[in-house]
């Protein structure tokens, strides 16, 4: 049960009855839900698909069984779960060995002797840590090769992200972190970390830890760092493989048939993303860490139609549960987030407009153009195509055409050429001109004339000084130099917005 009042959210929150009643026993059918409650039988399902989960090395289903393993054959780092137990108990990860003897080291730096680690597997079999009670399987299973970007957080263990998928929507995400105090694991109830995922860029937002127990339930506090050295802020942490993660979790909710699943995936540093396992009943503070409430996104799915295929549903949740992070970011920074290609609308200014109408008696339309636009942080000024500045009212830009389109071989050739048009500026024998510059480009200089228009890109409207430059065998006709980018932040995965006419 959740430790947190439902007036600190303004969205619906999912409780423990009414996830039980209204979602597991309609949407989780006993038949289904032995795909998630049996390990061994999650990785034979999964694996007959192609899904990839770690590697099993040995299964020991009765107490007769420790007697003849052979204990020096084991990996130094491994891996010891119980079949049917849940929020992670009787898990214990082994990261090392201690060197000549048949000890394994674990996340606490303790060690575990062979007569240790037979007493603990044979609690397993007994069923101290199954999920029903009952007598249970112990297996091997390979440790994980963390990933560069997460190992950072993680104190001597392996996080893993868990995706809570409805009816194969992936509604809500969390990133879990292994802790000194969970020694190793990435279990919340032991101690880990909790870190929402906004599902539609895969950057971490908000992090919790679970700071105790009392009549109400699990509490937890808000944290912005990891609580281990080195304390490392845990807001906006990019989560590898994000659209392959979010497809995985997908596929793998369908072949379990289970309605609410929520899938445990790990990254390997070689092999990718990974089912760890799946979860039939789903725990609740991920809400928490994200937030939002569970409820409320499930209703946003619910009013979707059955669709054909995987990235249909993910690119739905993607645009529905995404943004979070933007949003945060752009409050805190005042910056607006936009992407490497985005549309701008494209005007001129004011004083051009008036030049444009001067001695005609009907005032025209402002021309208006949405284009293509690259935000280029490579290149430091921001340029437009020459036939785009024309049909916008730049009418002037034709009597120099040759002057602007023309390769100098020499640097002191093109000076020359700038030299004589900037002096025409400054004897205002032009109206629209402001400037004239030298560009060097692969097969000598350009003389370019500089022109002000007014661009909106995103929500920012402002004028820009653009360099005139013949674009048109270019994808883009407007280029977004770094000399104009202070009021944005740049997400590369993001794609352009569509601003129409």
Do not use: C
């Amino acid at each position: 049960m959740l430790g947190f009042s439902i007036t600190e959210f303004s969205r619906k929150i999912l409780g423990v009855n009414q996830r039980n009643l209204t979602f597991i026993r309609r949407l989780n059918p006993a038949k289904y839900k032995k795909y998630a409650d049996d390990k061994l039988l999650t990785k034979k399902v999964l694996g007959k698909k192609k899904i990839k989960t770690p590697e099993l090395f040995k299964i020991i289903r009765t107490k007769q069984q420790l007697e003849y393993i052979n204990w020096a054959a084991l990996p130094k780092s491994f891996v010891i779960k119980p079949n049917k137990g849940t929020h992670g108990s009787g898990i214990i990860v082994f990261y090392g060995k201690k060197k000549g003897k048949l000890e394994w080291i674990m996340p606490s730096m303790e060690t575990m002797t062979v007569d240790a680690i037979k007493l603990h597997i044979s609690d397993i079999i007994d069923g101290k840590y199954a999920i029903d009670g009952k007598q249970d399987i112990a297996f091997f299973e390979e440790r994980i090769s963390n990933h560069p970007v997460l190992k950072p957080y993680s104190y001597k263990g392996i996080p893993d992200i868990r995706v809570i998928v409805y009816n194969s929507f992936p509604i809500m995400a969390e990133l879990r972190l292994p802790t000194r105090e969970s020694r190793g694991t990435a279990n919340l109830h032991a101690g880990g970390i909790g870190v929402g995922i906004d599902i539609g860029s895969g950057v971490t937002t908000t992090a919790i830890h679970r700071k105790g127990f009392d009549l109400i339930g699990d509490r937890y506090d808000l944290i912005e760092e990891t609580l281990d050295e080195p304390r490392l802020p845990l807001r906006g942490i990019k989560i590898p493989h994000w659209e392959k993660i979010l497809e995985l979790s997908v596929i793998s909710q369908q072949i379990s048939k289970l309605g609410l699943v929520g899938v445990d995936i790990v990254i390997d540093e070689t092999k990718g993303p990974m089912i760890l396992e799946l979860n039939a009943r789903p725990g609740l503070a991920i809400q928490l860490a994200n937030q939002e409430g569970l409820l409320e996104r499930i209703t946003q799915v619910q009013r979707y139609k059955k669709k054909k295929t995987v990235d249909k549903y993910v690119t739905i949740s993607r645009n529905l549960f995404g943004g979070e992070i933007e949003e945060q970011v752009e409050n805190l920074t005042g910056r607006e987030i936009i992407g490497l290609v985005e549309r701008a609308i494209v005007t001129p200014t004011q004083a051009v407009f008036e030049l444009m109408n001067k001695g005609k008696k009907k005032v025209a339309t402002i021309p208006r153009e949405s284009v293509k636009s690259k935000v280029d942080t490579g290149a430091l000024k921001s340029a437009i195509d020459y036939n785009l500045a024309i049909e916008l009212g730049y009418k002037e830009l034709i009597g120099i055409q040759q002057v602007i389109t023309r390769r100098y071989h020499t640097l002191d050739e093109a000076h020359e050429v700038r030299e004589i048009y900037d002096q025409k500026v400054r004897n205002k024998e032009f109206d629209t001109i402001k400037d004239f510059v030298v560009v060097k480009s692969t097969n000598g200089y350009t003389v370019r004339a500089v022109i002000e228009a007014q661009i909106t890109l995103g929500a920012v409207t402002k004028v820009y000084r653009l360099n005139v430059s013949d674009r048109a065998d270019l994808l883009y006709p407007v280029i977004i130099g770094k000399k104009d980018l202070k009021e944005f932040l740049i997400d590369p995965t993001r794609t352009f917005t569509m601003i129409t006419k």
